[in-house]
Nanobody, 121 residues
């Protein structure tokens, strides 16, 4: 089992920044991909960013490219979010357990509880 705990969400004005953290513990594997997903009310869960476990290659959704950055330090993964927009408002989840990025949330076995990000003036 892998436990994931997210933190760093909150209320921010448009154009502002937030940094989310995801601390992983338990039976983590270096070859697992780890990623950030988000889900807004009435919408499907979408992949925001992902980092491959073996390659460390990073992936970003089209809507966040150039604004969000995923990094990893030991067992903690961060999502730096800049130039935030109201449409970024969602619950953000950290997930791991997939072997590859880009195959959708169903491939990720372990999920955190989520952290709310609200972008509003």
């Amino acid at each position: 089992q892998v436990q994931l705990v997210e933190s760093g969400g909150g209320l921010v004005q448009p154009g502002g920044s937030l940094r989310l953290s995801c601390a992983a513990s338990g039976s983590t594997r270096d070859y697992y991909a780890i990623g950030w997903f988000r889900q807004a009310p009435g919408k499907e869960r979408e992949e925001v960013s992902c980092m491959g476990g073996t390659t460390g290659r990073t992936h970003y959704g089209d809507s966040v490219k150039g604004r969000f950055t995923i990094t990893r330090e030991k067992n903690t993964v961060y999502l730096q979010m800049n130039s935030l927009k109201p449409e970024d408002t969602a619950v953000y989840y950290c997930a791991t357990g997939a072997l590859l990025c880009g195959l959708g949330p169903v491939m990720f076995e372990y999920w955190g509880q989520g952290t709310q990000v609200t972008v509003s003036s």
